[in-house]
């Protein structure tokens, strides 16, 4: 079967780094995606992986590894701005994504 | 550009009843999704179109059906509402049936008494 597990809330310090983990197992792989989704409001796409290694995108950076069935989404200079859902999103063989339950992750000051 | 809208916002429902909850893109998006997400789970997918004409089952289709007569438009329609089917539900569009980031409406809360 298709699973995702990724932790169910996280806490960390406003200016810190935290690093968000992801397994996976899925029917086929074509890429995996991570969303941000504050409380109330819809996801909001944050990176896509398809390729093993790491993806920066300013304080956001997102890595893979397809051997291991394993991603990681990792936020530096944590603002509170970011205090939100990560979800974590394989796509698989039919090219559908596979959604976790994300994890909610709370900044304190 | 507005990009995906959806209405209702939020709606109540007695059980029994139908409702249409509207999707609208302006982004020329091929795909499109229905989702519901309830606590503690993930985001479900309940029906796709890949393009206008076409649709598909996803995960949790029971209970639920969709049309996709144009590229703009995807409504989702409960014939007979049950509790259930209290959820949020969330359209998304893509611009194609492959690899491309997902794009959200602000979603509909409906409850189902």
């Known amino acids: 079967g298709q699973n995702i597990d990724q932790p169910t809330e996280m806490t960390a310090t406003e200016g810190a780094i935290v690093q968000i983990n992801c397994t996976y197992q899925?029917?086929?792989?074509?890429?995996l995606f991570w969303y941000q989704q504050h409380a109330g409001e819809a996801p909001t796409f944050l990176s896509y992986n398809v390729l093993d290694g790491l993806e920066e995108k300013g304080r956001f950076s997102s890595f893979l590894s397809r051997s291991k069935g394993y991603s990681y989404l990792l936020l530096k200079e944590l603002q509170m701005k970011d205090s939100a859902s990560y979800l974590c999103?394989?796509?698989?063989?039919?090219?559908?994504?596979?959604w976790g339950a994300g994890t909610k992750l709370i900044i304190k000051p | 550009t507005a990009g995906i809208t959806q209405a209702p916002t939020s709606q109540i429902l007695a059980a029994g009843r139908s409702m249409t909850l509207r999707c609208t893109q302006d982004m020329r998006h091929n795909a499109m999704y229905w989702y519901r997400q309830d606590l503690g789970l993930g985001l479900r997918l309940i029906h796709y179109?890949?393009?206008?004409?076409?649709?598909g089952k996803g995960e949790v289709p029971d209970g639920y059906s969709v049309s996709r007569a144009n590229t703009d438009d995807f409504p989702l329609t409960l014939a007979s509402a049950v509790p259930s089917q209290t959820s949020v539900y969330f359209c998304?569009?893509?611009?194609?049936?492959?690899?491309?980031?997902?794009?959200f409406g602000p979603g509909t809360r409906l409850t189902v008494l």
């Open positions: 899925t029917s086929g792989f074509n890429g």
């Open positions: 999103a394989p796509m698989d063989s039919n090219y559908q994504l596979i």
């Open positions: 179109s890949n393009t206008a004409g076409t649709t």
């Open positions: 998304a569009s893509s611009d194609s049936s492959g690899v491309g980031e997902q794009f």
